[in-house]
């Protein structure tokens, strides 16, 4: 039961750079949501998905595409990075009705 | 606009001591409410939730939490603190209506003293 996984742990990325953040997992969620953690500023969301083949911006979405293709996996991808996109990232997953999301470990990316 | 407060962003208890870190909420609908805890270099590990029905609702690792629809609040409690609940502290707020979207405060972190 290996919960929400998300590969890499770490990355360090030039400016400009394109990545994908991945996040699987095997609980049969249908929601899944992406985060970023900056000090100070808690969680803030990224994009969101309440199923395969739909998604929906959340509070931050500039300079992050997310697709779901299959209910286990929802990678984020980052388009051209930039400094400002230096943090932790989180990936989610809870079925819906209200229940509390599992995060995986976190992705921490540096953009210099 | 949904929000999450936590006016503490630091707190310092003796271990032993008792604890209650706050939490204050704007929301329209209903809310569904959570207590997360996040160690150092760690994901976030749910310490307890609020749907409905008995405001006092217990939690894993000895907290608690009593929501206060008066008041807005959703206050973390402890009545003894051991020095492994060191961490940084998340109150979240969500609804199904707003999709099941979660919105975090900024966190408290919570030191703790021998």
């Known amino acids: 039961n290996a919960g929400v996984t998300q590969t890499p742990k770490f990355q360090v990325l030039k400016t400009g750079q394109s990545m994908t953040l991945q996040c699987a997992q095997d609980?049969?969620?249908?929601?899944m949501s992406w985060y970023r953690q900056d000090p100070g500023m808690g969680l803030r969301l990224i994009h969101y998905?309440?199923?395969?083949?739909?998604?929906d911006q959340g509070e931050v979405p500039n300079g992050y595409n997310v697709s779901r293709s299959t209910t286990e996996d929802f990678p984020l991808r980052l388009l051209s990075a930039a400094p400002s996109q230096t943090s932790v990232y989180f990936c989610?997953?809870?079925?819906?009705?209200?229940?509390?999301?599992?995060f995986g470990s976190g992705t921490r990316l540096t953009v210099v | 606009a949904q929000s999450v407060t936590q006016p503490d962003i630091h707190i310092t208890v003796s271990e032993g001591a008792s604890l209650e870190l706050r939490c204050n909420y704007s929301?329209?609908?209903?809310?569904?409410l959570f207590w997360y805890v996040q160690s150092p270099g760690q994901g976030l590990q749910l310490l307890l939730k609020?749907?409905?029905?008995?405001?006092l609702v217990q939690g894993i690792k000895g907290f608690e939490a009593e929501f206060k629809r008066s008041q807005s609040s959703f206050n973390l409690r402890k009545p003894s603190v051991h020095w492994s609940d060191a961490a940084e502290y998340f109150c979240?707020?969500?609804?199904?209506?707003?999709?099941?979207?979660?919105?975090f405060g900024a966190g408290t972190i919570l030191r703790v003293k021998s």
């Open positions: 609020y749907f409905s029905g008995d405001t």
């Open positions: 998905s309440v199923g395969a083949g739909i998604t």
């Open positions: 989610a997953s809870s079925f819906p009705e209200g229940n509390g999301y599992t």
């Open positions: 979240a707020v969500g609804s199904m209506e707003y999709g099941n979207k979660l919105v």
């Open positions: 929301y329209g609908a209903t809310p569904y």
């Open positions: 609980m049969n969620h249908e929601y």
